[in-house]
């Protein structure tokens, strides 16, 4: 079915040091599915991702945390990509752990990958739920009483996780089945 996202607009929260498949990838499958996708980050300009041991690509920035914390209802999902420097920069920052919190105060699906998972610690939205992440950052997780498995892809009530670059066609396949599915009432954790 082509173009089931036409109706939805994700956020991708960012910052430098992101790991660049891990944005590049989902924005391109959701986007390959109708969906508008704004690249949220707490500077304007540009942020640059991490491939292959350097830095990437720049990828521009469509509106800051600032900006769209105000905006979040206009938001149907969130994704928010890996790399060992960006979640640990956004978990940070009260505006992006309130950016954040708004989509599952509203049961809006929200996909993070490898490190991605960290953030949630920071926004009280973890415990009693069940994910995947980077090996790395597994009793991170599990300190905050989530529960972790080594799989490729978990969803639990439209939380979707994945470990590595590697699950990525897993991830954005399960990504893009939550968006089209919209709200989930339980998945209003925080």
């Known amino acids: 079915m082509a173009n089931k996202l036409s109706d939805c607009k994700v956020a991708v929260l960012a910052t430098d040091g992101y790991e660049q498949s891990e944005l590049t990838e989902p924005i ?3 986007k390959n599915e109708g969906a508008t996708v704004h690249v949220v980050s707490p500077e304007e300009g540009q942020i640059k991702g991490w491939k292959d041991g350097n830095w990437g690509d720049p990828v521009d920035v469509d509106i800051t945390v600032k900006d ?4 979040a209802d206009e938001y149907d999902a969130l994704v928010l990509p890996g790399g060992v420097m960006n979640p640990d920069k956004l978990r940070m920052r009260e505006d992006a752990t309130e950016f954040v919190r708004a989509f599952f105060k509203a049961g809006k699906p929200v996909g993070a990958i490898c490190h991605g998972p960290q953030i949630l610690i920071d926004c009280g939205v973890i415990e009693g739920r069940e994910v995947t992440s980077f090996p790395s950052i597994k009793n991170d997780l ?4 989530a529960r972790w498995v080594d799989a490729e892809c978990v969803c639990d009530q439209a939380l979707v996780t994945s470990r590595t670059p590697d699950d990525l066609p897993a991830f954005n396949k399960k990504l893009i089945e939550e968006v089209a599915e919209g709200v989930h009432k339980r998945q209003k954790t925080a």
Do not use: D, V
């Open 142 to 145: 599990k300190n905050a009483k």
């Open 68 to 71: 769209a914390l105000g905006r």
């Open 28 to 30: 391109k499958a959701l």
